[in-house]
């Protein structure tokens, strides 16, 4: 079992940064291909970025390609969200999720997920 907790929303103005940090409790973390998915007001829920247990493999949705960063770091269970130059379309629900089975970018494949935090970008 995983469990997740995602941290760091908020409200920004546009152009500015926000960093969402995930923490997991569980022996098995550091197997886990690591997700960050969005989900705004009426449209599905997308994936935005996901990192291989390694951080050797590593993938970002189109509309955040060079504004979002993620990464992690095993030795303390956490995965991490920088966003940067944030626009108003970024304004969604973030979720963090874990995958212990593949490197997949389908919300069907997680089968652990966190409350999700608020990220609110202002015009």
């Given at each position: 079992?995983?469990?997740?907790?995602?941290?760091?929303?908020?409200?920004?103005?546009?152009?500015g940064s926000l960093r969402l940090s995930c923490v997991a409790s569980g022996?098995?973390?550091?197997?886990?291909?690591?997700?960050?998915?969005?989900q705004a007001p009426g449209k599905e829920r997308e994936c935005v970025a996901?990192?291989?247990?390694?951080?050797?493999?590593?993938?970002?949705?189109?509309?955040?390609?060079?504004?979002?960063?993620?990464?992690r770091d095993n030795a303390k269970n956490t995965v991490y969200l920088q966003?940067?130059?944030?626009?108003?379309?970024?304004?969604?629900?973030?979720?963090?999720?874990?995958?212990?089975?593949?490197?997949?970018?389908?919300?069907?494949?997680?089968?652990?997920?966190?409350?999700?935090?608020?990220?609110?970008?202002?015009?």
């Amino acid at each position: 079992q995983v469990q997740l907790v995602e941290s760091g929303g908020g409200l920004v103005q546009a152009g500015g940064s926000l960093r969402l940090s995930c923490v997991a409790s569980g022996r098995t973390f550091s197997s886990h291909t690591m997700s960050w998915f969005r989900q705004a007001p009426g449209k599905e829920r997308e994936c935005v970025a996901t990192i291989s247990w390694t951080s050797t493999r590593i993938y970002y949705a189109d509309s955040v390609k060079g504004r979002f960063t993620i990464s992690r770091d095993n030795a303390k269970n956490t995965v991490y969200l920088q966003m940067n130059s944030l626009k108003p379309e970024d304004t969604a629900v973030y979720y963090c999720a874990a995958n212990s089975v593949s490197f997949a970018t389908n919300w069907a494949s997680y089968n652990y997920w966190g409350q999700g935090t608020q990220v609110t970008v202002s015009s």
